[in-house]
Structures are given as C-alpha cells and as structure tokens.
Nanobody, 127 residues
Framework: QVQLVESGGGLVQAGGSLRLSCAAS????????MGWFRQAPGKERELVTV????????YSTDSVKGRFTISRDNAKNTVYLQMNFLLPEDTAVYYC????????????????????WGQGTQVTVSS
C-alpha cells in the first residue's frame, strides 16, 4: 500500500521559516516525480513546486520562487519543502504528491498527473 506521510506544518510568524517533510512507502520512490500542492480555504488546489525523479530538475510557481525550495533524498524515500520568508498568503493545507513517470527529466504540473497524495499538513502564517 502506498503511503505519503507529511509532517512539519504549524504556526509561524510572517518572515519566518518552516520545513515540511513527506515520507513515502510502498512505492519505488526513485520512479516518481514528487510535488507539493497547497489549498487555501475557498480556493482551488494549486501547484507549489515539483522535482524530477533524480532531483536534477525543479519547477516552482512564480509566487514562491526565491522563497521555497524542494529537495529529495532518494535513500530516505523523503521529499522536503523548505519555506523561507513566509507570508500570510502562504497559509494553506500543503499536500505531498507522487507522479509515476518513465523519464528522469519530466516535471509534472497538473494535479491529474499525480497518482498518490498525502493527507495534507496545515501551514498558518500570522501577520
């Protein structure tokens, strides 16, 4: 059974930092591109950032470029999201997702491209 278990969410002040982790099991981790999505109340789920199978390439949405960094440790079956200079607008539930792909270079960006999802972890940024 595939499981993606997120941790690291919480309450932080604007300008602060938070590091999310997503531990994967039940899948060949290195065969999946990994992504982070977020969903704020009343808004649609949106892509935050994604990383290729090997970790050699990434894509991030414009609103988080320069502030958020995705990384992965294939030996630990874990993907991370380092969030710096947090803003109240970053408040959302953050979801880890895995996309099966036969290529090493593809960065899937649509929610429909992802095959497995975590339960989500709440990030709240106070002003």
């Amino acid at each position: 059974q595939v499981q993606l278990v997120e941790s690291g969410g919480g309450l932080v002040q604007a300008g602060g930092s938070l590091r999310l982790s997503c531990a994967a099991s039940g899948l060949t981790f290195s065969s999946y591109a990994m992504g982070w999505f977020r969903q704020a109340p009343g808004k649609e789920r949106e892509l935050v950032t994604v990383i290729t199978r090997s970790g050699g390439g990434t894509y991030s949405t414009d609103s988080v470029k320069g502030r958020f960094t995705i990384s992965r440790d294939n030996a630990k079956n874990t993907v991370y999201l380092q969030m710096n200079f947090l803003l109240p607008e970053d408040t959302a539930v953050y979801y880890c997702a895995a996309a099966a792909t036969p290529t090493r270079v593809w960065t899937p960006r649509r929610a429909d491209d992802f095959d497995h999802w975590g339960q989500g972890t709440q990030v709240t940024v106070s002003s």
